[in-house]
């Protein structure tokens, strides 16, 4: 089932200019201060992250997203890997016919890890010697998602299920808002807050805390559309954990360095 689903992504991207003249796509770069997913600082160094998001016909869609570190942080968890991917990102989703001012849509995601199983060896001074490269395997992931469309804050809810474990669960709360500033710029506003089962806690947070609410975070962007289909902008978030002993226990890890997380960059995209 998994390398099914694997290769029905890889032929989803290999068919991309095709489907794409019968599409909405959105093609993206964002260079950040820092690389944050669910709470947790997976490099606190800039990264690079371009994407691809495509809507089709019959509520059909597809993306692609990727992360390059762009230094040699030792933290990352990707060390020492500047100018190459960390991550690959891989997925479908179908979007259910409208009901009313709820939308409904499921999608599969394939996780790639192109450098995680990487390991660095130092010298006596603490500067790297070499750099053995070993690819880990991907991961995978099923979503279910309902959202309140055309309605103030935009309020929905995402249940995420990782395939590796039946018990591996998060479920994502999320709220948003636009507003127009002047003729070519706008701010966009939105906030997440996360809840997970016992097993997601406990294997990606490190934590024997049980279903918790692990983490919030708070995002704005400006855009100024340079043109109809191009747009430039810059973007901020501040992410937290939430729960005590999940930060108690990633403080004691010691792979994560922070707990409390500002961080920021520039954007820029094309529609067509």
Not at 104 to 124: E, H, K, M, R, W
Not at 188 to 210: I, K, P, Q, R
Not at 218 to 233: I, N, Q, R
Request: glycine content about 10%; overall charge negative; aromatic content about 12%.
């Amino acid at each position: 089932m998994k390398k099914t689903m694997a290769l029905l992504m890889l032929a989803a991207v290999a068919v991309a200019p095709t489907f794409a003249q019968a599409a909405d796509a959105l093609v993206y770069a964002d260079v950040l201060s820092a690389y944050v997913y669910n709470g947790l600082e997976y490099n606190d160094e800039a990264v690079f992250q371009p994407g691809l998001d495509v809507a089709g016909p019959l509520g059909l869609g597809y993306s692609l997203w990727a992360n390059m570190d762009l230094t040699d942080n030792p933290a990352s968890t990707a060390p020492n890997t500047s100018g190459e991917w960390s991550e690959v990102d891989l997925s479908l989703s179908w979007a259910a016919p409208a009901m009313g001012p709820v939308g409904l849509s499921f999608g599969g995601l394939y996780y790639i890890y192109p450098q995680s199983g990487s390991t660095v060896a130092t010298n006596d001074d603490g500067t790297v010697a070499t750099v053995s490269q070993a690819p880990a395997d991907g991961s995978y992931q099923v979503y279910a998602k309902l959202a309140a469309e055309d309605v103030f804050l935009a309020p929905a809810v995402k249940f995420c299920h990782e395939l590796d474990n039946q018990d591996d669960w998060i479920v994502l709360f999320t709220v948003g808002h636009g507003f127009d500033l002047a003729d070519k710029l706008s701010l966009s506003l939105g906030a997440v807050l996360g809840f997970a089962g016992d097993y997601y806690v406990e294997t990606n947070y490190g934590s024997g805390a049980g279903s918790a609410f692990t983490h919030a975070q708070f995002d704005a962007a400006l855009s100024y559309a340079v043109t109809e289909k191009a747009s430039v902008g810059l973007k901020g978030s501040f992410s937290t954990l939430l729960d005590g002993d999940i930060r108690d226990d990633v403080d004691a890890g010691g792979v994560y360095a922070d707990k409390d997380i500002l961080f920021g960059g520039v954007n820029a995209s094309y529609s067509f």
